[in-house]
């Protein structure tokens, strides 16, 4: 069993997480090594050009990277991190999905895809956590 017995633990536990909760982000699934998390975009998560700033597509990824990671080794801070940005998005919802890639005594690998609502593939995020 995973630190999170239930979405609902999950969930109570990362509103404290303001600036990503504060962005509407929420999450919408976690299993013992993968965790799903989602936004709908507003003009709130736009760039001056009208696009979807990146901060907003990172905060996403990192969400579910922290939900993961967090599930895995409570408490987990992340060591290092990257985005590859693939595509800007189209639809009108983001959603990260969360995997681990390899689990140690001390650190993980976590791979998240960020994609659309409409199946565009956004981001690439990969991070490792390392256990507090």
Same mark, same amino acid.
């Given at each position: @069993?995973?630190?999170?017995?239930?979405?609902? $633990?999950?969930? $109570?536990? *990362? !509103?404290?997480?303001? *600036?990503? @909760?504060?962005?509407?982000?929420?999450?919408? $699934?976690?299993? $013992?090594?993968?965790?799903?998390?989602?936004?709908?975009?507003?003009?709130?998560?736009?760039?001056?050009?009208?696009?979807?700033?990146?901060?907003?597509? *990172?905060?996403?990824?990192?969400?579910? *990277?922290?939900?993961?990671?967090?599930?895995?080794? +409570?408490? +987990?801070?992340?060591?290092?991190?990257? !985005?590859?940005?693939? +595509?800007?998005?189209?639809?009108?919802?983001? !959603?990260?999905?969360?995997?681990?890639?390899?689990?140690?005594?001390?650190?993980?690998?976590?791979?998240?895809?960020?994609?659309?609502?409409?199946?565009?593939?956004?981001?690439?995020? !990969?991070?490792?956590?390392?256990?507090?």
């Amino acid at each position: @069993m995973g630190t999170f017995a239930t979405l609902q $633990e999950a969930r $109570e536990h *990362f !509103i404290n997480d303001r *600036f990503a @909760m504060n962005a509407g982000m929420q999450i919408d $699934e976690i299993t $013992e090594d993968t965790g799903t998390c989602s936004v709908v975009l507003t003009k709130d998560h736009q760039n001056a050009y009208g696009g979807i700033m990146g901060g907003a597509i *990172f905060t996403l990824a990192d969400l579910a *990277f922290a939900v993961v990671a967090n599930q895995i080794h +409570s408490l +987990s801070v992340a060591s290092q991190v990257s !985005i590859n940005y693939l +595509s800007a998005p189209k639809g009108s919802k983001l !959603i990260a999905r969360a995997r681990c890639l390899r689990s140690g005594r001390t650190t993980s690998v976590i791979q998240v895809d960020v994609s659309d609502d409409t199946g565009r593939d956004v981001a690439l995020f !990969i991070g490792t956590a390392f256990k507090k």
